[in-house]
């Protein structure tokens, strides 16, 4: 389905376009200018020309004499230019003229993107992060059809607590994970008691003796967001204190306790660049990894503890570190030694880039778009401009 885009990106990236490139790190091997071809992303194009992806809105040129000038489309010559001794990435749009008063419009859908959207798809389409307000007072699914445990496609379901009209189409979605805040900043990761081995695996779910998903431990005690995973889409079919509501698709099983949500697509950015932010906040860590919590590589996704709230954006980008631990220097000092320094902390080692395709107000999604080691869950992030 086609979803609007929104423009703050490209309004943000009209402000960046006008900043001075003088910092900008060019890379020597650069080509002179690049075609693009269908499956680049606007990634892997700075990345040819730039020593830091992330730089591209301080170098990137709008051309104003063509079509949709902040896109950029397969077939297009992409050209790396100096004026007054500033570098600038140029666009030249093969076989599309000029603008007219009567302008064709070109499909944004075949607009390259930041990131391979056939990885971010499922949480672009299936994943919504609630607020207390928002989750607080949810109609649920009271019951399937003949007290089944789970019902599919074509199947009758209840629900409670939906105050809707006949026709209307409603998602069922399934607590994933509740983020919790434990104070000073620091958010948690809890697994509801729920369904919590029966969701659609989009995290890692082995057990953690170091990562509050035990069954005593799964009640967050000050949520700031709930994640909720779509598990299918309703229609209703009769409406009361309980609605009879029809299952038209299913991405897995309804089961009493899950939640409806209202039916519409969750917008989102679909035209973002890579950029750095000034400030990032203090604290900021990935929370969640899409893998084994040993670690996730090129292309997969991280949750981290931060979003709109914290000014974080579709685009931004982190380096991530692995938090160097205390230990006792047992080989310069005697065990037991009471000197300060004998203790001390191994320092924090680069592991890779992650850069922000989703947000929420205190909850983002990222994906890993290179580094030297797997990224993984507790990694604290930083500048991009901090990587070795």
Same mark, same amino acid.
Do not use: C
């Given at each position: 389905?086609?979803?609007?885009?929104?423009?703050?990106?490209?309004?943000?990236?009209?402000?960046?376009?006008?900043?001075? +490139?003088?910092? @900008?790190?060019?890379?020597?091997? =650069?080509?002179?200018?690049?075609?693009?071809?269908?499956?680049?992303?606007? $990634?892997?194009?700075?990345?040819?020309?730039?020593?830091?992806? $992330?730089? $591209?809105?301080?170098?990137? =040129?709008?051309?104003?004499?063509?079509?949709?000038?902040?896109?950029?489309?397969?077939?297009?010559?992409?050209? #790396?230019?100096?004026?007054?001794?500033?570098?600038?990435? /140029?666009?030249?749009?093969?076989?599309?003229?000029?603008?007219?008063?009567?302008?064709?419009?070109?499909?944004?859908?075949?607009?390259?993107?930041?990131?391979?959207?056939?990885?971010?798809?499922?949480?672009?389409?299936? %994943?919504?992060?609630?607020?207390?307000?928002?989750?607080?007072?949810?109609?649920?699914?009271?019951?399937?059809?003949?007290?089944?445990?789970?019902?599919?496609?074509?199947?009758?379901?209840?629900?409670?607590?939906?105050?809707?009209? %006949?026709?209307?189409?409603?998602?069922? +979605?399934?607590?994933?994970?509740?983020?919790?805040?434990?104070?000073?900043?620091?958010?948690?990761?809890?697994?509801?008691?729920? =369904?919590?081995?029966?969701?659609?695996?989009?995290?890692?779910?082995?057990?953690?003796?170091?990562?509050?998903?035990?069954? $005593? *431990?799964?009640?967050?005690?000050?949520?700031?967001?709930?994640?909720?995973?779509? @598990?299918? /889409?309703? /229609?209703?079919?009769?409406?009361?204190?309980?609605? %009879?509501? *029809?299952?038209?698709?299913? /991405?897995?099983?309804?089961?009493?306790?899950?939640?409806?949500?209202?039916?519409?697509?969750?917008?989102?950015?679909?035209?973002?660049?890579?950029?750095?932010? *000034?400030?990032?906040?203090?604290? #900021?860590? @990935?929370? +969640?990894?899409?893998?084994?919590?040993?670690?996730?590589?090129?292309?997969?996704? @991280?949750?981290?503890?931060?979003?709109?709230?914290?000014?974080?954006?579709?685009? =931004?980008?982190? +380096?991530?570190?692995?938090?160097?631990?205390?230990?006792?220097?047992?080989?310069?000092?005697?065990?037991?030694?009471?000197?300060?320094?004998?203790?001390?902390?191994?320092?924090?080692?680069?592991?890779?880039? %992650?850069?922000?395709?989703?947000?929420?107000?205190?909850?983002?999604?990222?994906?890993?778009?290179?580094?030297?080691?797997?990224?993984?869950?507790?990694?604290?992030?930083?500048?991009?401009?901090?990587?070795?």
């Amino acid at each position: 389905m086609i979803r609007k885009l929104i423009y703050s990106t490209l309004a943000a990236l009209l402000f960046f376009g006008t900043a001075v +490139a003088q910092d @900008v790190s060019v890379r020597s091997d =650069h080509p002179g200018e690049y075609v693009v071809v269908k499956g680049d992303t606007l $990634w892997d194009i700075s990345g040819r020309f730039l020593d830091k992806p $992330w730089q $591209w809105p301080a170098i990137w =040129h709008a051309n104003p004499q063509i079509e949709n000038p902040h896109l950029i489309y397969p077939g297009d010559v992409i050209s #790396l230019v100096y004026v007054d001794g500033v570098p600038q990435l /140029r666009v030249n749009r093969g076989g599309t003229k000029k603008l007219s008063p009567a302008v064709r419009v070109t499909d944004r859908n075949d607009a390259l993107r930041a990131v391979p959207f056939d990885k971010i798809s499922p949480y672009i389409r299936n %994943v919504q992060v609630l607020s207390p307000e928002e989750f607080e007072g949810l109609p649920y699914i009271v019951a399937n059809n003949d007290q089944r445990m789970n019902a599919t496609y074509s199947d009758v379901t209840y629900g409670r607590g939906l105050d809707a009209a %006949v026709g209307q189409v409603y998602i069922v +979605a399934r607590l994933s994970s509740i983020y919790d805040d434990i104070g000073d900043g620091e958010v948690r990761r809890v697994l509801p008691k729920e =369904h919590w081995k029966e969701v659609p695996n989009i995290w890692d779910r082995q057990e953690d003796p170091f990562n509050t998903v035990h069954p $005593w *431990d799964r009640r967050a005690k000050n949520p700031v967001g709930y994640e909720m995973i779509e @598990v299918s /889409r309703v /229609r209703v079919a009769q409406t009361g204190e309980i609605s %009879v509501l *029809d299952i038209i698709r299913d /991405r897995t099983e309804v089961k009493p306790g899950d939640y409806i949500l209202p039916g519409g697509d969750p917008g989102y950015e679909e035209v973002f660049f890579p950029r750095a932010m *000034d400030t990032v906040p203090d604290g #900021l860590r @990935v929370l +969640a990894t899409s893998g084994q919590r040993s670690g996730v590589g090129l292309y997969q996704i @991280v949750s981290i503890n931060g979003g709109t709230s914290d000014g974080i954006m579709p685009g =931004h980008v982190f +380096a991530a570190f692995n938090r160097g631990k205390k230990i006792d220097d047992e080989v310069g000092y005697r065990y037991g030694s009471f000197s300060k320094d004998a203790e001390v902390r191994l320092p924090d080692v680069y592991d890779g880039i %992650v850069m922000v395709f989703r947000t929420f107000d205190d909850i983002s999604y990222g994906m890993v778009m290179g580094g030297d080691r797997v990224v993984r869950e507790y990694d604290v992030l930083r500048h991009p401009d901090t990587k070795p």
